[in-house]
Structures are given as structure tokens and as C-alpha cells.
């Protein structure tokens, strides 16, 4: 996976839910999340070749379940300061639950920082 060296984590208080970025994520992990949301519309090639050419991944953990419950893979559009979201899945056991709200707060609370000027 192409994805840069800064790694960060986002724990919420009282939620057994952490968030990371660009930690050493495996395959297996990513596709745990994502293979059942979009799997058959992309096919498992085109969905790994996705995943390898991000430069950003963000996770949700259940330290609960000891499992990635969600995964946004985002590319740098560095000319222009923007990131493009190229998939963003929240596992149908989770959904509805906030993760996929607090995993998007993470990204954009990130991207100000980065002094980003847009998300699409």
C-alpha cells in the first residue's frame, strides 16, 4: 500500500472505537471492511488495486471486537490541496452507529490541519 509515513490515532473517550491513519494496515484488514461493501461492484483485483494506490488509509478499530470496523482510502491531489475519497465503508454490523460520522469528523479535522483546501 502506498501510504505515507505519518501515522496517527484518534481515540474517543468511553467508545471501545480508535481511528487510525496510515498505521501499517494489512490487506486482510482493508479488505475485511471493504470487500463485502463494494466487492462485487469492483471485482477483488480492481479493489486491492485501489487500496495499493491511496496515499491515505483511515481505519476504525473496535478494541472491543479486535477488529477494523471501517476504512476510508483517500488520494492527494497535492497541486491543487485537495483529497479525493476513493472509498469509505462501514461494515453493515456497524452502521448506524456513528462510526462512519466520527471516521469522516477524523479525515476532515486532519485535512485543516494539513491546510487542505477541499474533500471530495
Avoid at 4 to 29: A, E, G, R, T, W
Avoid at 55 to 70: G, L, R, S
Wanted: charged content about 20%; some cysteine; overall charge positive.
Amino acid at each position: 500500500m502506498n501510504v505515507s509515513d505519518n501515522k496517527s490515532k484518534l481515540s474517543l473517550s468511553s467508545s471501545p472505537i480508535s481511528i487510525y491513519h496510515n498505521s501499517k494496515f494489512s490487506f486482510d484488514d482493508v479488505e475485511s471492511v471493504l470487500e463485502p461493501l463494494f466487492g462485487n461492484y469492483y471485482g477483488i483485483s480492481e479493489l486491492r488495486a485501489i487500496i495499493s494506490n491511496v496515499d491515505h488509509i483511515w481505519c476504525a478499530y473496535n478494541t472491543t471486537k479486535k477488529q477494523y470496523v471501517a476504512c476510508a482510502l483517500v488520494r492527494t491531489y497535492n497541486k491543487d490541496k485537495v483529497l479525493f475519497i476513493n472509498l469509505f465503508g462501514v461494515t453493515q454490523a456497524c452502521q448506524g452507529q456513528g462510526i462512519g460520522t466520527r471516521l469522516l469528523k477524523a479525515i476532515k479535522n486532519w485535512v485543516q490541519k494539513q491546510k487542505y483546501v477541499a474533500i471530495i
